[in-house]
Nanobody, 125 residues
Framework: VQLQASGGGLVQAGGSLRLSCATS????????MGWFRQAPGKERGFVAG????????YYADSVKGRFTISRDNAKNTVSLQMNSLKPEDTAVYYC???????????????????WGQGTKVTVSS
């Protein structure tokens, strides 16, 4: 499975960005996907997750109500719509895919088998 993240950039506080993660390869093995982010000097942390069917979504408390994760089954992509961005959202964002995704393990880095290369989001104040 290969993942290709895109859509990062520079935006002012209060603005919006939409990240996309294109999947290819043996995608039939994927059961769920997630977005994580890593700010300079900090550990990579969970942002949002979605089941492969798209029926279940989960969010970190810090982004709930501002970010929306979605899946396009026809295009095999997962997107992260980010609204009302704050300077503290500045980070490199990574998409990840899991072969054994569940609501119990969704926030754990170790639950994901494949990772994209990351896309940088910078929110200026």
């Amino acid at each position: 499975v290969q993942l290709q993240a895109s859509g990062g950039g520079l935006v002012q506080a209060g603005g919006s960005l939409r990240l996309s993660c294109a999947t290819s390869g043996r995608t039939f093995s994927i059961t769920g996907m997630g977005w994580f982010r890593q700010a300079p000097g900090k550990e990579r942390g969970f942002v949002a997750g979605i089941s492969w069917s798209g029926g279940s979504t989960y969010y970190a408390d810090s982004v709930k109500g501002r970010f929306t994760i979605s899946r396009d089954n026809a295009k095999n992509t997962v997107s992260l719509q980010m609204n009302s961005l704050k300077p503290e959202d500045t980070a490199v964002y990574y998409c990840a895919a899991s072969n054994e995704w569940s609501y119990i393990t969704i926030r754990r880095l170790q639950a994901y088998d494949y990772w994209g290369q990351g896309t940088k989001v910078t929110v200026s104040s």
